[in-house]
């Protein structure tokens, strides 16, 4: 038997408020088996799971597993943001039969993925080099606009959670503090969600519109993303073009706020379908554009993730690790 053969197949899933998205691996492999089911066809993760298994067919049931989830993870009970399933993780490790289970953020997913990108994974935006050992900055603009920190911890990284997605957004030029200055009559208080990620591209084309005397259209996320990509409509054009400046503007932050010299990585379905007009937008020279300490942020490589599952691969190294801490069975 071949040292991989010997290592236990893992059960991972990435289990979001619409999809729970399952796959096989042995921890710190590629996923395969991936397969996606609709939340709402299951009263909870239990029977998404069995009916997963029962189409993979396996020989042997796994006996590790790891989930990401839409939710805070606080301790055994968890309780989904945008979906009615809630359930305990030790009474799902039970129901599978499973020697150890681990569940995460579906964001502190993406984040552990960052370590194990190849190069064909990401791409560079911009100079810089990476510091190794050094803490790594994570952001992921989608639904809304996760943000997390990668730190070395001996032989792993530990990943540290946080709300970032809701610091206020700041202004960089006149056209953003308009822009800004509508949203506020709006929202109050205007964080950086509010702007980057899919309802934040449409919270722009609405400003931008307001602000430019035009009617404004009833459009989703991925509308202004296209008519921007085609330049065929100068307001999407300009809202794809400002949300890429400010996220330069956040990303920067970020990095200076935790010393993230290891780099700054970007995930989320929206900016990797943006690639690009990122190498003619503001993106990296808002992120460089800190006064005094320029030349630190210059220093510092940013990344887009083009990894098709980002969160199994987070999940394949967690599995790893709760791996290395399950007692010898008998």
């Not at 492999?29 to 067919?57: H, M, N």
């Not at 603009?141 to 997390?148: E, F, P, S």
């Not at 506020?184 to 702007?195: D, L, Y």
Request: hydrophobic share 45%.
């Amino acid at each position: 038997m071949s040292v991989l053969e010997s290592v236990p197949v893992g059960l991972i899933a990435d289990i979001g408020g619409t999809n729970a998205r399952f796959a096989l691996c042995r921890p710190g492999q590629e996923a395969y088996e991936e397969y996606s089911l609709p939340c709402a066809d299951f009263p909870g993760p239990v029977e998404a799971a069995e009916t997963y298994l029962k189409i993979v067919r396996l020989a042997v049931r796994p006996k590790i597993g790891a989930f990401a989830v839409a939710s805070p993870i606080l301790g055994d009970k968890v309780i989904m943001t945008n979906h009615p399933w809630h359930f305990s993780i030790e009474r799902i490790r039970q129901a599978l039969g499973l020697r150890s289970l681990a569940v995460i953020n579906d964001f502190a997913a993406v984040a552990l993925c960052v370590p194990h990108l190849l190069p064909s994974n990401r791409l560079k935006v911009g100079g810089g080099t990476s510091t190794a050992d050094a803490p790594i900055g994570v952001l992921g603009a989608g639904t809304g606009l996760g943000v997390a920190l990668l730190v070395p911890d001996g032989t792993h990284w530990r990943v540290i959670p946080t709300e970032g997605g809701h610091v206020t957004m700041p202004a960089a030029d006149e056209d953003e503090s308009a822009v800004l200055h509508v949203l506020r009559r709006r929202f109050g208080h205007v964080s950086a969600e509010r702007t980057l990620s899919g309802p934040g591209l449409v919270n722009l084309y609405l400003a931008l519109s307001e602000i430019a005397g035009h009617p404004p259209e009833s459009v989703e996320p991925t509308t202004v993303t296209e008519r921007g990509l085609m330049g065929t409509d100068p307001l999407c054009l300009a809202a794809v073009r400002m949300f890429l400046a400010m996220l330069g503007t956040i990303a920067g932050n970020l990095v200076l706020t935790t010393g993230g010299r290891g780099g700054l990585y970007i995930a989320g379905g929206i900016v990797p379908r943006l690639t690009t007009l990122l190498p003619t937008s503001l993106f990296r020279s808002r992120f460089e554009n800190k006064g005094r300490f320029r030349h630190y942020n210059m220093a510092i490589p940013t990344y887009v993730i083009t990894h098709s599952y980002p969160a199994f691969l987070g999940l394949s190294s967690l599995l790893y690790q709760s791996l290395e801490q399950l007692p010898a069975e008998c």
